[in-house]
């Protein structure tokens, strides 16, 4: 039976050193070029006419834009809209990982913690950082709730600011075992369709294309979760509750 | 599970940032602004020509309120001009049947005048052959002439009688 963790693999297509880092171009980064270059050339592509009445693959570059763009302007407000480019880069970018993940042979860029964890980690920074920009020292308010007894203030506030530290941790993991997860359970039941035989292997092979609807449905599952998350977190960054 | 291998980490987050920030840019650079300006285009259009239906409409309405106005102005005008005519027509039949009146009457009255000056002028004559009359049959039956004051007097007094 194959390993079904061998997909997860990092291979070094060119090994690089940058200031003593490892900085080899490998098959991660070789679908992380894939998809950002997939995600421009398609929009690109899409918008060659800028017609006033879309054609299809004009209105699915225009959907992809008015759902992030609603998902902002719904969960943050019109102020919100300054971080709309970054937030339209995050979905496409996690979307398109997600979904290259679904083609045979291809690696799955977000199936690794360090790679959600970064992006996580980059979310949880710069939120901070435009809450402290936009409240100063009155950021800290966020951690004590209104209306709490004052005996109680004391575990809220460690409750609250637990729970605020942990956000990049959920944020990430969340996207991470969805990815290694379903990917996985594809795994193994590609091999139970061969260790099965002719036989036997039908029914797990009929598991594995319903499976397979399900994962697509989780992969932009994911990349919604993650993008509306960052939203949710740049709203309490941005109006304190 | 190989995403736990510390080695691998540098190489994926260094290669990330590359990427998301090449995205990044790009998608600020290039794709925002062309799905950006399409949809501005489009709600702007959207809005322009709803504007254009509404001042549309607004002219329909006066034109309307116009022509109706006008409708209304011409219908009094129309009963004026006939009221007008029709009084005109009363004023002149009304006149003509006065002329006529007036003609008539005074074609009666100098007929009456005509008879009168007729019947006076007769009496007059009557009361001369009377005169003459009783004359010639007093000469007749007496042989003597009466005089001529007795005898008028005389056909006067027979002619009241």
Redesign the interface.
């Known amino acids: 039976m194959p390993d079904p963790m061998h997909q997860f693999e990092i291979q070094r297509i060119v090994p690089l050193d940058l200031f003593g880092f490892d900085a080899s171009f490998t098959n991660a980064a070789l679908f992380m070029v894939i998809g950002a270059v997939l995600i421009t050339v398609f929009i690109v592509f899409a918008m060659r006419k800028a017609e006033m009445v879309p054609n299809r693959t004009q209105s699915v570059a225009e959907l992809a834009y008015t759902f992030v763009a609603n998902m902002v302007r719904d969960n943050v407000g019109t102020d919100g809209m300054k971080y709309f480019p970054f937030i339209f880069t995050l979905f496409m970018f996690v979307l398109t990982m997600n979904m290259l993940g679904m083609m045979p042979y291809s690696f799955t860029v977000t199936s690794h913690i360090i790679v959600t964890f970064a992006l996580a980690l980059m979310v949880f920074i710069g939120v901070t950082i435009i809450g402290f920009v936009k409240h100063g020292a009155h950021f800290f308010s966020f951690f004590v709730p209104k209306g709490v007894p004052f005996i109680l203030l004391p575990l809220i506030v460690v409750v609250e600011v637990i729970s605020y530290l942990t956000r990049p941790l959920s944020l990430s993991v969340r996207l991470f075992a969805n990815m290694t997860a379903g990917h996985t359970l594809l795994k193994v039941f590609g091999a139970f369709v061969v260790a099965m035989g002719v036989l036997g292997g039908w029914a797990a092979l009929a598991f594995m294309v319903a499976f397979t609807g399900l994962e697509i449905l989780v992969a932009f599952l994911q990349a919604y979760v993650f993008a509306i998350l960052t939203c949710i977190y740049l709203n309490d960054a941005l109006h304190l509750h | ?5 510390p ?11 590359i ?2 920030g ?3 840019l ?3 650079w ?3 602004p ?6 501005d ?2 709600a702007a ?1 959207i809005a322009a020509d709803l504007e254009a239906a509404e001042t549309n409409k607004r002219t329909t309405e006066e034109a309307i309120a116009k022509y109706e106005q006008a409708l209304a102005e011409a219908k009094q005008k129309a009963h004026a001009i006939v009221e007008e005519g029709r009084a005109k027509l009363k004023a002149e039949t009304d006149a003509e049947r006065a002329k006529l009146r007036k003609e008539l009457a005074d074609k009666s009255a100098e007929a009456a005048a005509r008879i009168e000056k007729a019947k006076t002028s007769a009496m007059k004559d009557v009361n001369a052959v009377a005169t003459e009359a009783a004359a010639d049959i007093v000469k007749q039956l007496i042989g003597v002439a009466p005089s001529k004051a007795d005898l008028e007097k005389a056909v006067t007094a027979a002619r009241k009688a």
């Open positions: 599970m190989p995403q736990l291998n080695l691998d980490w540098a190489p994926q987050v260094i290669w990330l940032l990427t998301f090449v995205l990044y790009l998608m600020v290039v794709a925002i062309r799905i950006g300006t399409v949809i285009r489009r259009k």
